[in-house]
C-alpha cells in the first residue's frame, strides 16, 4: 500500500474514531521526534499509523494471531493489552503488506519496550505516551524531556507505567522491566 489515503482508510476501518484521532497523533508527534532526535521520519510516521492497528480487534482474535504464530506462553499469560503490539506487528505484514524489519519492530515493541531499543522503536514508543490526544498525569514532564532527551524521556515513561501497573497490583512484563533498567543504567 504505497498509497497514503488508502493505508489511512485501512486504519481506520480497524478501530473507533477515537482510537483513529490517536493514532494521527502518535504518527505526527512520531514525525516531529524522527527529525529531532534523527531518526527516518516517514518510518517514523508509518509505525505511528500502524502501532494500534488492531487494538480494537476482539482479544480473542488477538490471541489467535499469537498462538498460531507461536509466541511465547509468557505474554499470553501476560496482560491483554500487550497482545495488540505483538499481533498487530504480525498482520500489518499479511494485511498491509508492510516488509520493512525496522517499522515491524517499532509496531512490535511499541508497548513493552525491550533491552537494546532502536531509535524508531524509542520515537514510536515515547510518540504512543506523548500525542497530544494524551493526559495522563506526569505526560508534561515527558513532553518536556522529550524536547531534549529521548531516553530520559522513555526511562520516565516506562517507570510512569511501572509504578502504576504496581500501584494497581498488576503485573509487569519482564520486558519493561528490562528496557527501564536498560535506559537507566545509561543515562549520565
Ligand atoms: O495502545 P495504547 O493505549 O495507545 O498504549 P500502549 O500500547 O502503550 O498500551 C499501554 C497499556 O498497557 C497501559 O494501559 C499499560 C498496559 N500494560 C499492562 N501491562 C504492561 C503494560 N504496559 C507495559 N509497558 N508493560 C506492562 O507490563
Ligand atoms: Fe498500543
Ligand atoms: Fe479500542
Ligand atoms: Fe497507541
Not at 527516518?40 to 488492531?54: N, R, S, T
Request: proline fraction near 4%.
Amino acid at each position: 500500500l504505497r498509497d497514503r489515503n488508502a493505508l489511512l482508510e485501512r486504519v481506520r476501518a480497524q478501530m473507533h474514531e477515537k482510537r483513529y484521532q490517536h493514532t494521527l497523533g502518535v504518527a505526527a508527534s512520531a514525525r516531529e521526534l524522527a527529525l529531532r532526535f534523527g531518526g527516518d521520519p516517514d518510518k517514523a510516521e508509518l509505525a505511528g499509523f500502524l502501532h494500534d492497528y488492531c487494538k480494537c480487534w476482539p482479544v480473542d482474535q488477538q490471541r489467535d494471531i499469537l498462538v498460531r504464530h507461536d509466541l511465547p506462553d509468557e505474554l499470553l499469560n501476560g496482560d491483554k493489552e500487550l497482545w495488540h503490539a505483538f499481533a498487530g506487528a504480525i498482520v500489518i505484514q499479511s494485511e498491509m503488506n508492510v516488509t520493512d524489519p525496522a517499522v515491524i519492530q517499532a509496531v512490535r515493541y511499541h508497548t513493552t519496550g525491550r533491552p537494546g531499543m532502536t531509535l524508531l522503536e524509542k520515537i514510536v514508543c515515547v510518540a504512543d505516551y506523548i500525542e497530544p490526544g494524551r493526559d495522563f498525569s506526569g505526560v508534561d514532564k515527558i513532553r518536556e524531556l522529550a524536547q531534549k532527551d529521548l531516553d530520559r524521556a522513555l526511562a520516565t515513561a516506562f517507570g510512569g507505567t511501572i509504578k502504576f501497573l504496581i500501584k494497581k497490583q498488576k503485573t509487569v512484563f519482564p520486558l519493561t522491566l528490562l528496557a527501564y533498567n536498560d535506559l537507566v543504567s545509561r543515562l549520565d
